[in-house]
């Protein structure tokens, strides 16, 4: 199986849920079922690492953002990804966009397996530390609940 996370930079919010599946998949032995990689809709930030602030919330966490490089979602991701998985509905109207009309997998919010009332992960970019500490307690459940269903029908 092969998942990708996208949020708008592939800085803050889709790298952080890149370092915390890829954790839970190897923690659990996975890693040669499923794939995963991250991207943003927006070009702004191709080719750098995460924001600093993203990196620091995730390593107190035990997650390691550090090979992470930002790169710009494309329409061969359609073809390669199973799941393709939303920060929020702007991300998620963006990549509607680009999806071939063939598309057999499965688009839509990543907060869809979260049980958690958000439905989507906010931007943390322009804001305190807390929303970074936010971003990553969404991303946890949601990896959670995302990993126990790809088990459960995927796998
Ligand atoms: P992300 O956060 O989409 O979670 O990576 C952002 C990063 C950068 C910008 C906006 C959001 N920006 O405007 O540069």
Not at 4 to 33: K, W
Not at 95 to 101: I, T
Not at 105 to 123: A, I, K, M, N, Q
Request: proline content about 5%.
């Amino acid at each position: 199986m092969k998942v990708l996370f996208v949020c708008l930079g592939n800085i803050c919010r889709s790298p952080t849920a890149h370092g915390v599946f890829q954790t839970m998949v190897e923690d659990q032995g996975l890693a040669d079922s499923i794939l995963v990689d991250s991207a943003g809709t927006a070009a702004y930030h191709v080719g750098n690492p995460p924001d600093s602030r993203s990196a620091a919330t995730a390593r107190k966490r035990g997650y390691d953002l550090s090979n992470l490089r930002a790169r710009q979602a494309v329409e061969t991701d359609f073809r390669d990804f199973d799941f393709i998985l939303a920060m929020d509905e702007s991300n998620l109207m963006n990549l509607r966009s680009l999806k071939p009309h063939n598309y057999s997998g499965h688009l839509g919010l990543f907060l869809d397996f979260s049980p958690e009332p958000e439905s989507e992960v906010p931007d943390p970019y322009y804001g305190g530390d807390t929303g970074f500490e936010h971003v990553l307690n969404l991303v946890e459940s949601a990896s959670e609940g995302l990993l126990e269903q790809i088990k459960r029908e995927c796998l």
